[in-house]
Protein backbone atom coordinates (compact mmCIF):
# COMPACT_ATOMS: atom_id res chain seq x y z
CA UNK A 1 0.00 0.00 0.00
CA UNK A 2 1.59 3.70 -0.95
CA UNK A 3 1.10 6.04 1.77
CA UNK A 4 0.97 10.22 1.73
CA UNK A 5 1.64 12.20 4.26
CA UNK A 6 -0.73 15.26 4.83
CA UNK A 7 0.30 18.60 6.39
CA UNK A 8 -2.02 21.01 7.61
CA UNK A 9 -1.14 24.11 8.98
CA UNK A 10 -3.94 26.01 10.29
CA UNK A 11 -4.39 29.09 13.25
CA UNK A 12 -3.84 27.92 16.83
CA UNK A 13 -6.90 25.76 18.20
CA UNK A 14 -7.90 24.56 15.07
CA UNK A 15 -5.98 21.10 15.24
CA UNK A 16 -9.14 19.20 16.04
CA UNK A 17 -11.24 20.46 13.39
CA UNK A 18 -8.80 19.34 10.98
CA UNK A 19 -8.24 16.03 12.71
CA UNK A 20 -12.44 15.40 12.46
CA UNK A 21 -12.24 16.24 8.28
CA UNK A 22 -9.74 13.99 8.07
CA UNK A 23 -10.37 10.81 9.91
CA UNK A 24 -14.07 11.31 8.48
CA UNK A 25 -12.47 10.42 5.35
CA UNK A 26 -10.55 7.10 6.80
CA UNK A 27 -7.61 8.97 8.62
CA UNK A 28 -6.97 7.11 11.80
CA UNK A 29 -4.68 9.98 13.60
CA UNK A 30 -1.73 12.31 13.47
CA UNK A 31 0.99 14.13 14.84
CA UNK A 32 0.13 18.01 15.93
CA UNK A 33 3.28 20.59 16.54
CA UNK A 34 3.14 24.05 18.28
CA UNK A 35 4.47 26.67 15.18
CA UNK A 36 4.67 30.40 14.66
CA UNK A 37 3.79 31.61 11.27
CA UNK A 38 6.09 34.28 9.72
CA UNK A 39 4.13 36.07 6.94
CA UNK A 40 4.50 39.83 6.33
CA UNK A 41 1.74 42.93 6.53
CA UNK A 42 1.36 42.47 3.00
CA UNK A 43 0.27 38.80 2.80
CA UNK A 44 -2.64 39.99 4.80
CA UNK A 45 -3.46 43.32 2.12
CA UNK A 46 -2.86 40.71 -0.18
CA UNK A 47 -5.40 38.10 0.81
CA UNK A 48 -7.88 40.31 2.97
CA UNK A 49 -6.89 38.64 6.20
CA UNK A 50 -5.84 38.68 9.52
CA UNK A 51 -2.20 36.52 9.99
CA UNK A 52 -2.47 35.16 13.55
CA UNK A 53 1.43 34.08 14.43
CA UNK A 54 0.50 31.26 16.67
CA UNK A 55 0.09 27.99 14.10
CA UNK A 56 -0.60 24.46 14.36
CA UNK A 57 1.00 21.94 12.11
CA UNK A 58 -0.95 18.69 11.77
CA UNK A 59 0.53 15.74 10.24
CA UNK A 60 -1.37 12.94 9.02
CA UNK A 61 -0.28 9.63 7.21
CA UNK A 62 -2.84 8.36 4.93
CA UNK A 63 -3.45 5.96 2.34
CA UNK A 64 -2.63 7.47 -0.84
CA UNK A 65 -6.06 6.39 -2.14
CA UNK A 66 -8.28 8.20 0.50
CA UNK A 67 -5.55 11.14 0.16
CA UNK A 68 -7.76 13.60 -2.71
CA UNK A 69 -10.62 13.33 0.14
CA UNK A 70 -9.39 14.60 2.77
CA UNK A 71 -7.75 17.54 0.90
CA UNK A 72 -11.06 18.35 -0.26
CA UNK A 73 -12.55 18.17 3.41
CA UNK A 74 -9.74 20.18 4.79
CA UNK A 75 -10.05 22.95 2.04
CA UNK A 76 -13.52 23.02 2.82
CA UNK A 77 -13.78 22.77 6.81
CA UNK A 78 -10.53 24.77 7.34
CA UNK A 79 -9.39 26.80 4.39
CA UNK A 80 -7.98 30.17 4.01
CA UNK A 81 -11.82 31.71 3.89
CA UNK A 82 -12.82 29.97 7.21
CA UNK A 83 -11.83 30.94 10.34
CA UNK A 84 -8.88 28.54 10.58
CA UNK A 85 -7.25 30.19 7.32
CA UNK A 86 -5.01 26.63 6.66
CA UNK A 87 -3.13 26.00 4.09
CA UNK A 88 -2.97 22.00 3.51
CA UNK A 89 -0.67 20.11 1.04
CA UNK A 90 1.11 16.54 0.89
CA UNK A 91 4.34 14.14 0.57
CA UNK A 92 4.99 11.44 -0.41
CA UNK A 93 5.91 8.51 1.93
CA UNK A 94 8.65 6.34 1.04
CA UNK A 95 8.66 4.09 4.08
CA UNK A 96 6.46 3.22 6.48
CA UNK A 97 6.61 1.25 9.77
CA UNK A 98 4.09 1.07 13.11
CA UNK A 99 1.20 1.75 10.79
CA UNK A 100 -1.80 -0.96 10.34
CA UNK A 101 -3.98 -1.37 7.58
CA UNK A 102 -7.62 -0.88 8.71
CA UNK A 103 -8.86 -4.00 7.40
CA UNK A 104 -5.84 -5.91 9.16
CA UNK A 105 -7.29 -3.95 12.50
CA UNK A 106 -10.62 -5.04 11.83
CA UNK A 107 -9.87 -8.88 11.03
CA UNK A 108 -7.35 -9.38 13.66
CA UNK A 109 -10.53 -7.71 16.32
CA UNK A 110 -13.20 -10.50 14.51
CA UNK A 111 -10.52 -13.43 15.28
CA UNK A 112 -9.89 -11.68 19.24
CA UNK A 113 -13.72 -12.34 19.75
Given amino acids: ?17 VMDAAKSYGAQGGTILRARGTANKDAEKIFNITIHAEKEVVMI ?11 HALYKQVGLD ?13 DVIGLTPIEKNKSSETKGN
Fill in 1 to 17: MNYEVVFCIVNNGFSEV
Fill in 61 to 71: IVPSSIKDNIL
Fill in 82 to 94: TPGQGIAFCLPVD
